[in-house]
């Protein structure tokens, strides 16, 4: 289970399927495409963290994500 705490860029390295539906869901989560980004802000952003920046719900987010596990 994924929970808000947990790091992006662990989330997709676990479950890279995961990246394109984040893309799907949100254009403001394109930056995830970038290797660069994705390597030095995913080590660090949690999904509390992606939530606020996007203006994503945070319980929404977090359904979202374990939904497509």
Same mark, same amino acid.
């Given at each position: 289970?994924?929970? =808000?705490? &947990? +790091?992006?860029? /662990?989330?997709? #390295?676990?479950? $890279?399927?995961? +990246?394109? +539906?984040?893309? %799907?869901? #949100? $254009?403001?989560?394109? /930056?995830? %495409? /970038? $290797?660069?980004?994705? /390597?030095?802000?995913?080590?660090? =952003?949690?999904? =509390? &963290? =992606?939530? +606020?920046?996007?203006?994503?719900?945070? &319980? %929404?987010?977090?359904?979202?994500?374990?939904?497509?596990?």
């Amino acid at each position: 289970m994924i929970t =808000a705490q &947990d +790091k992006i860029g /662990n989330i997709l #390295s676990q479950h $890279p399927h995961l +990246k394109q +539906k984040l893309i %799907e869901r #949100s $254009p403001k989560f394109k /930056n995830l %495409e /970038n $290797p660069i980004m994705l /390597n030095t802000v995913g080590r660090f =952003a949690t999904v =509390a &963290d =992606a939530a +606020k920046k996007t203006g994503e719900d945070l &319980d %929404e987010l977090l359904r979202f994500l374990n939904r497509n596990l």
